[in-house]
């Protein structure tokens, strides 16, 4: 008895010296220890190196402490499962673990230090620390990188319901020498959401490598205060932030905020699949700063750019700041495109949009490359919705820096709310809102207007004599002055050419003019009569030429043969005179019935003989009649004329006269 009482002492001394807390290494392994204690509420300390001799799962009952010194090694294939409280300090705890093979139950806070961070190959500590939260992250874990250098060649794989956060963008950096993704965030349960990256630089070092990709399906991501580097070369051909639905699934619900995104082809690249549901949309950008490079634009590179099975829709982006890429923010045309709003500074060059689209703020040190373009000649038919908000201002200094639309047959329309050059220079298809075109200095031409609808307004010092005009454009004279006119408006529409051809046949139901032997001197946007065929002789515009016909706007009303179509010239008329005025205070004499008396001269500058001159009395003039003309230059004279029946004797007052040009 005596004996089988010492063996009893000896089994559970441990646990007699140490009471509630138990230190391992006085154990055979780590594993004896945990089965000795079973489901007891116990602390475990760890201060030596203790290996796996098996699969371990560390009961939530049971708290783990592994102190400096202290260890977990894995052997063969084991696995280790710490469902209770877990406590270590910023060094390496864990050995010769691959991601999935520690995983923790209910610790949301994890570092990969723990697994031994060196400066080489730092993904796989980091990923290892990812894959430890996948138990937690229903209810949300957390990586914190507290290191201020990690070097990785493979992607860190961050995944649906765990976050990664630095201590900052200048203390905590990632370098990447691979050519995939620095960072790659997959949905590995779609019923797990919201994902954070934060307070970290990502830094690429190969021409193809992208910073950060999103696979769908992915929902509820945060990418916020991160500086994202790329390499300075215009042979760059990856990515800041690479929006990936290519594969198919939905992208949704993803926040970009408080970013600096630099030397990449692309700073943000929505690329979407090929059905309806693979799709990205409520992408929000927020204090967004995209740079391209300070100096050689890469080719073809954009700072926001959507393909075009890209919809885009519910997204937006303020407060941007977008330099120095080929195109600021392009929007491919597409099946699915839909657009988004935007609303920031763009700098140095542009922003090409799309469909359904809204922009709001200032385009500034513009210096090459295009505004806004949308589309290209092969995309067909493409229709435009653009806008300028309240207060938007758009600069220019260049006039290959336009809004240009191409749809069907590479014809384009050119628009836009300008304060820059050469917009519109022709007769293209009718822009819906104003356009306003020509430099600041530059000298008066008929390409230099403003476009309201169908009708543009200019300015001269005469008359139009070339180019097209339609009944209703305006010419405002750059040097009116007193007694002259504000200018000309176009009586009806004609084009200053002398094109002709009488060899075109018409059908009497369409407005094609077929069979036409000449027709090099016509010109789409002109103005051309017809001779038979249509309801009047016209003026009617060219919508189309052709090698033999030639389409206007205006139905046939009967099949014609060898019409005359040639050009004629606009007229135009004055309008706006500016008058001449003049005033005298005049007391007319008692004047009996047939009697006339005539005023003193008046000065009226700029007179002369042959204008009208218009009276204005100061009272009633009690039937009495009274002209006004020019005596002589610059001088007018009134004339009352009493045939009343009465004598009549009107009192004094200020007389004025109106001289109105001839």
């Avoid at 403003?450 to 070339?466: E, G, I, R, Y």
């Amino acid at each position: 008895m005596k004996k089988y009482f010492i063996c009893l002492i000896i089994l559970f001394l441990p646990l007699f010296v140490f009471g509630q807390t138990i230190d391992v290494h006085r154990l055979a392994s780590i594993n004896q220890a945990v089965a000795s204690v079973g489901a007891t509420q116990r602390k475990l300390i760890i201060s030596n190196v203790q290996t796996l001799t098996a699969n371990l799962t560390i009961p939530a009952t049971l708290e783990l402490e592994i102190v400096k010194g202290g260890s977990i090694t894995k052997a063969s294939t084991y696995t280790l499962t710490i469902n209770g409280n877990f406590s270590a300090g910023r060094y390496q705890v864990f050995s010769g673990f691959n991601a999935g093979d520690v995983t923790f139950g209910t610790i949301k806070d994890v570092y990969p230090e723990w697994w031994g961070i060196d400066g080489t190959a730092d993904d796989v500590e980091i990923n290892c620390a990812i894959a430890s939260l996948v138990n937690a992250s229903y209810d949300g874990g957390t990586v914190y990188l507290v290191g201020t250098a990690y070097a990785t060649s493979g992607s860190i794989a961050m995944r649906s319901g765990i976050s990664v956060l630095g201590l900052g963008r200048t203390s905590t950096i990632i370098t990447y020498s691979g050519n995939g993704s620095a960072i790659t965030l997959t949905n590995v349960d779609v019923n797990i959401y919201g994902t954070e990256l934060s307070r970290v630089t990502i830094i690429t070092t190969d021409l193809a490598a992208n910073a950060i990709r999103i696979i769908a399906p992915f929902r509820r991501a945060i990418l916020r205060d991160l500086d994202v580097v790329g390499v300075d070369s215009t042979a760059h051909t990856g990515t800041g932030i690479l929006l990936d639905a290519s594969g198919g699934g939905w992208i949704g619900g993803v926040e970009i905020a408080n970013c600096y995104i630099l030397l990449y082809k692309y700073g943000i690249y929505f690329k979407g699949g090929l059905t309806s549901d693979d799709q990205i949309s409520m992408v929000s950008m927020k204090d967004v700063w995209l740079i391209g490079r300070s100096s050689g634009i890469t080719s073809g590179s954009a700072g926001i750019y959507m393909n075009s099975t890209c919809s885009g829709s519910g997204t937006h982006g303020t407060s941007l700041l977008i330099e120095s890429w080929e195109t600021g923010i392009k929007h491919k045309t597409g099946t699915y495109s839909m657009g988004g709003f935007f609303q920031g500074a763009f700098e140095v060059n542009t922003v090409e949009d799309s469909v359904g689209i809204s922009f709001a703020g200032e385009i500034i040190n513009h210096t090459a490359y295009k505004f806004l373009r949308k589309g290209g000649a092969s995309d067909g038919n493409v229709y435009y919705q653009e806008k300028h908000q309240a207060g938007a201002l758009t600069r220019e200094s260049r006039n290959d820096q336009k809004y240009v639309i191409y749809y069907g047959g590479g014809q384009k329309e050119e628009f836009g709310f300008y304060r820059g050059n050469s917009i519109i220079d022709g007769n293209n298809p009718d822009p819906k809102f104003i356009v306003m075109t020509g430099g600041e200095n530059d000298t008066y031409s008929h390409n230099n207007y403003m476009q309201l609808m169908k009708h543009k307004q200019t300015n001269d010092n005469a008359v139009p004599t070339s180019g097209s005009w339609r009944i209703g454009d305006i010419i405002w004279n750059n040097s009116p002055v007193v007694g002259d006119f504000s200018g000309w408006v176009c009586t009806h529409s004609g084009t200053f050419t002398n094109a002709t051809d009488n060899t075109g046949d018409t059908d009497g139901s369409t407005g094609v003019i077929t069979g036409m032997t000449d027709v090099s001197d016509f010109a789409v946007g002109e103005y051309v009569d017809v001779s038979a065929g249509f309801p009047t002789t016209g003026p009617y515009e060219v919508l189309a030429v052709t090698a033999t016909t030639m389409t206007i706007d205006a139905t046939s009303n009967s099949a014609q043969v060898n019409i005359t179509v040639d050009t004629s010239d606009p007229t135009f008329a004055e309008f706006g005179n500016i008058n001449l005025r003049g005033s005298v205070t005049w007391d007319p004499g008692s004047l009996i019935d047939g009697a006339g008396e005539t005023s003193s001269s008046i000065t009226v500058t700029g007179s002369d003989l042959g204008d009208f001159v218009l009276v204005s009395a100061p009272y009633d003039l009690q039937d009495c009649t009274v002209t006004g003309y020019v005596q002589t230059t610059n001088t007018v004279e009134i004339r009352l004329q009493n045939e009343s029946g009465n004598t009549r004797d009107l009192a004094s007052g200020t007389w004025r006269v109106k001289v109105i040009k001839y």
